[in-house]
């Protein structure tokens, strides 16, 4: 699989300051017009100290919309992440932010997707977490 690092500003949410366009505009045309992957990451070191669920509620909205749940990788972003909250925070507010979708839809943001784009196998069960990275 090709492997796009989208550091640009415009790809990535200026969640602290509540700013959802142009980043809006710029993913929904990258879903369309390309058969790329997202991963769900990074969201609560764009939101700063302090977010809440809400804060990241309306981007994880935007980016189901816009890939789907077939096209949507979930991530720790560990230990970057921690410059703005816990890992068991954020994996909580996953949860939270993906209750909407079925059990199957579920699954596949939180690993199936990962399987299937890295061309895993899936045999070797459940990844253990990265050396010193907190279970959830």
Excluded: M
């Excluded at 997202?38 to 764009?46: A, D, H």
């Excluded at 749940?69 to 230990?79: A, E, F, I, V, Y």
């Excluded at 970057?80 to 068991?88: E, F, I, M, P, T």
């Amino acid at each position: 699989p090709r492997i796009y690092r989208l550091s640009d500003s415009k790809n990535k949410p200026a969640i602290a300051g509540r700013a959802f366009q142009p980043w809006a505009r710029h993913i929904a045309r990258l879903a369309r017009d390309t058969a790329v992957c997202c991963k769900l990451s990074g969201l609560v070191t764009e939101a700063g100290p302090g977010w809440t669920v809400a804060d990241l509620q309306p981007y994880v909205e935007h980016l189901l919309a816009a890939f789907g749940p077939q096209r949507l990788l979930w991530g720790s972003d560990w230990p970057v992440l921690q410059l703005a909250g816990r890992y068991a925070d954020w994996v909580q507010a996953s949860d939270r932010l993906l209750q909407g979708l079925d059990d199957a839809a579920r699954a596949a943001v939180l690993g199936a997707n990962a399987i299937r784009f890295y061309g895993l196998d899936g045999r070797a069960g459940t990844a253990a977490p990265g050396a010193g990275e907190p279970a959830a």
